[in-house]
């Protein structure tokens, strides 16, 4: 599967962004869907996931101020990221997981996204 990522870019501190991400395969083959995030220097984290039946998992850093969503008939799953912080920098990416455990995992190229203090 191909992944797109989109939506990234240059935000000021407090404010917010849409990341989309496309499949080019029905996103309702996989397990779940993704968001993960790469800042300079450190490892990949979770932003958040969603799995094919919609329950929703958050990691703690930006708990509260994310919200992943899911479109099946356009293959789309959306991060909206609020009250963005300068620590919110870095890489985003999509990533799909075939199973709940094992399988494949496809991750897109990634869309920047830096906030500026």
């Known amino acids: 599967v191909q992944l797109q990522a989109s939506g990234g870019g240059l935000v000021q501190a407090g404010g917010s962004l849409r990341l989309s991400c496309w499949a080019s395969?029905?996103?309702?083959?996989?397990?779940?869907m993704g968001w993960y995030r790469q800042a300079r220097g450190r490892q990949r984290e979770l932003i958040a996931r969603?799995?094919?039946?919609?329950?929703?998992d958050y990691g703690d850093s930006m708990k509260g101020r994310v919200t992943i969503s899911r479109d099946n008939a356009m293959n789309t799953v959306d991060l909206q990221m609020n009250d963005l912080k300068s620590e919110d920098t870095g890489i985003y990416y999509c990533?799909?997981?075939?199973?709940?455990?094992?399988?494949?995992?496809?991750w897109g190229e990634g869309t920047q996204v830096t906030v500026s203090s």
């Open positions: 990533k799909a997981q075939s199973r709940i455990t094992g399988g494949r995992i496809d």
């Open positions: 395969e029905s996103i309702s083959r996989f397990y779940s």
């Open positions: 969603i799995t094919r039946g919609g329950s929703t």
